[in-house]
């Protein structure tokens, strides 16, 4: 797999050591913080098909939000962590449903979102974009006019595609790969996502040389680590974990692994954790 890094290797041979049990179920109630300390143990919704935030090579699971979860529990002293693969569409479903105590799921943090989960700080930002086949006309969502356009279900990005672009057609698809195979395919003229995600779609299926992004980004999509709602003591000590990894620099250790000059993406989003005061 070309996104595997000898850092990621190295960690996920750590938790391959570690994560042997498995933590008990979230209960309606039940305080989170108290649980997950308790136990040591946490069990964490991540997407297994969107390199390079989430993705796996057998029982292995890579990323920036795989390794930012396994940092983020390690400064809360829990070395048990069990990932538990989610797609856009059932994430909060699960959530809720106590199946994950926690979702680090490229999950943009959205006022309607915030009715149902609780939202960390956020922890990166991308923005949406739009992919086409190079031999596309399309230069920018201005072009799609009538065309096809492939979404996920459970994204945000229909609905900002019905903003910039009202004309267009919207295909939903279930998961990520169905989405990439439908542009390769010809079932639509484009798909819009987030554009990181774009990119590591065609990397991971060796066809970058066959697709392009039209245009430039044209949302914000700022990443949210969520949890479930009245769960306020797990996600400050969440919020306190993300500030002291962007303060000794391990945030950044773990962006510049996925997105820095030496990685296979080399993307500077301009995003900075701002932390709190003491």
Same mark, same amino acid.
């Given at each position: 797999?070309?996104? @595997?890094?000898?850092?990621?290797?190295?960690?996920?041979?750590?938790?391959?050591?570690?994560?042997?049990?498995?933590?008990?179920?979230?209960?309606?109630?039940?305080?989170? *913080?108290?649980?997950?300390?308790?136990?040591?143990?946490?069990?964490?919704?991540?997407?297994?098909?969107?390199?390079?935030?989430?993705?796996?090579?057998?029982?292995?699971?890579?990323?920036?939000?795989?390794?930012?979860?396994?940092? #983020?529990?390690?400064?809360?002293?829990?070395?048990? #962590?069990?990932?538990?693969?989610?797609?856009?569409?059932?994430?909060?479903? &699960? %959530?809720?449903?106590?199946?994950?105590?926690?979702?680090?799921?490229?999950?943009?943090?959205?006022? &309607?979102?915030?009715?149902?989960?609780?939202? !960390?700080?956020?922890?990166?930002?991308?923005?949406?974009? %739009?992919?086409? &086949?190079?031999?596309?006309? #399309?230069?920018?969502?201005?072009?799609?006019?009538?065309?096809?356009?492939?979404?996920?279900?459970? !994204?945000?990005?229909?609905?900002?595609? !019905?903003?910039?672009?009202?004309?267009? @057609?919207?295909?939903?698809?279930?998961?990520?790969?169905?989405?990439?195979?439908?542009?390769?395919?010809?079932?639509?003229?484009?798909?819009?996502?987030?554009?990181?995600?774009?990119?590591?779609?065609? &990397?991971?299926?060796?066809? !970058?040389?066959?697709?392009?992004?039209?245009?430039?980004?044209?949302?914000?999509?700022?990443?949210?680590?969520?949890?479930?709602?009245?769960?306020? @003591?797990?996600?400050?000590?969440?919020?306190?974990?993300?500030?002291?990894?962007?303060?000794?620099?391990?945030?950044?250790?773990?962006?510049?692994?996925?997105?820095?000059? @030496?990685?296979?993406?080399?993307?500077?989003?301009?995003?900075?954790?701002?932390?709190?005061? *003491?």
């Amino acid at each position: 797999m070309i996104f @595997r890094t000898l850092f990621a290797v190295i960690i996920l041979a750590f938790l391959a050591g570690c994560g042997g049990s498995t933590p008990p179920r979230a209960m309606p109630g039940v305080d989170l *913080h108290d649980r997950v300390l308790s136990a040591k143990a946490v069990r964490v919704g991540v997407k297994a098909d969107t390199p390079p935030f989430g993705f796996r090579e057998g029982d292995l699971w890579f990323g920036f939000d795989v390794e930012m979860a396994l940092m #983020v529990f390690q400064e809360m002293g829990i070395k048990d #962590v069990v990932f538990v693969p989610v797609t856009s569409a059932n994430r909060i479903e &699960k %959530l809720r449903a106590g199946e994950v105590d926690c979702l680090f799921a490229s999950m943009t943090i959205t006022r &309607k979102r915030e009715k149902s989960v609780d939202f !960390s700080i956020p922890y990166f930002q991308d923005g949406q974009g %739009l992919m086409v &086949k190079s031999t596309s006309p #399309v230069q920018s969502y201005l072009d799609l006019g009538s065309k096809r356009v492939g979404t996920v279900q459970g !994204s945000t990005s229909a609905d900002n595609m !019905s903003q910039v672009a009202p004309d267009a @057609r919207i295909v939903p698809y279930a998961d990520y790969q169905a989405l990439f195979q439908a542009l390769m395919t010809d079932k639509v003229d484009a798909i819009s996502s987030d554009s990181i995600i774009l990119l590591g779609l065609a &990397k991971a299926a060796n066809a !970058s040389n066959g697709v392009r992004l039209a245009g430039g980004v044209f949302s914000t999509e700022p990443y949210g680590i969520a949890v479930p709602e009245n769960q306020s @003591r797990f996600r400050d000590a969440i919020n306190e974990s993300l500030q002291r990894l962007w303060e000794t620099g391990r945030w950044q250790q773990v962006y510049d692994t996925w997105f820095g000059p @030496r990685s296979q993406f080399k993307v500077d989003t301009g995003f900075a954790i701002t932390p709190f005061p *003491h």
